[in-house]
């Protein structure tokens, strides 16, 4: 709760600072799209900014613990279904990123799998890797030594398309579902910056961010560069901020 109030905090700085192009914030999905569907913000995601760039993306996987009977997403979904509630999925706590992740493959696919929250994406990992929960989404650069070494087995990963790190793996659409999970990093300004200050701020961003040595480092952490027009961000925060609106009232997940 603390981490959350220091979100809420500098993402309020932002929506009610002066639109002169010098505040401004690095914004990704978790307090943008997702938590303010959770309790009160102090700030409303698609009027109190200036989208300028979508400046980059990092899937989530599907992991499973080897001993479970699931080798593809079909497979789970066919567990899940003829035990309905009693497969678990680890997360790094209510309303983060990876939990929603898990909601969202409930409510796409029909089924019941038992939300376990875990103070942290860490302890959540812990927990799969020891067998004490089935499933659990998590970024693919953490998951993917356990993947390697047989600890853990990835079932689909998130995004548009397959990783470069582990190309052999589908993505969740391939899989038969049609969403992906993955979360993303933007800069925002305050709402009502002029076009010509956006523009110029996105191409400078931009620039920098498409640096060989800066794709070559972030795709080592399987993050992937975008540097999208600023129009092309502003749509994704609306279709991602009513998305998670769906997903919590599916869910049942309570206002905190």
């Known amino acids: ?22 505040t401004l914030m690095l914004g990704f999905s978790g307090p943008l799209a997702i938590v303010p569907h959770l309790t009160r913000a102090p700030y409303d995601t698609n009027k109190d900014f200036s989208p300028i760039t979508l400046a980059a993306s990092a899937p989530y996987v599907l992991l499973v613990h080897p001993t479970l009977a699931a080798k593809s997403v079909k497979e789970l979904i066919d567990l899940a279904k003829a035990q309905p509630g009693k497969l678990m999925f680890a997360s ?5 990123g990876i939990h929603m992740a898990g909601e969202l493959l409930n409510v796409a696919a029909n089924i019941k799998i038992t ?8 302890p959540g990992m812990t927990a799969l890797l020891a067998g004490e929960v089935n499933m659990m989404f998590n970024g693919l650069s953490a998951a993917l030594p356990h993947v390697k070494s047989g600890r853990l087995r990835a079932l689909a990963v998130g995004g548009d398309k397959r990783s470069p790190l582990l190309p052999q793996l589908p993505t969740i659409a391939e899989s038969g579902l049609q969403f992906n999970t993955s979360g993303w990093y933007g800069v ?7 076009p010509v200050l956006i523009k110029r701020l996105k191409d400078d961003t931009t620039r920098a961010i498409n ?6 480092r972030m795709g080592a952490l399987a993050v992937d560069i975008i540097a999208s ?12 901020h009513a998305q998670w609106g769906r997903v919590v009232k599916a869910a049942g997940i309570k206002q905190q």
């Open 188 to 194: 925002l300004g305050p709402a009502g910056m002029a």
């Open 92 to 96: 790094g706590g209510t309303g983060v």
């Open 211 to 216: 640096t060989p040595e800066t794709k070559e």
């Open 115 to 122: 939300h376990v929250p875990y103070k942290g994406a860490g």
């Open 229 to 240: 027009t600023p129009e092309e961000f502003a749509k994704l925060l609306r279709e991602e």
């Open 1 to 22: 709760l603390e981490f959350r109030r220091v979100l809420f905090r500098s993402a309020e700085i932002v929506a009610k600072s002066a639109p002169d192009g010098y």
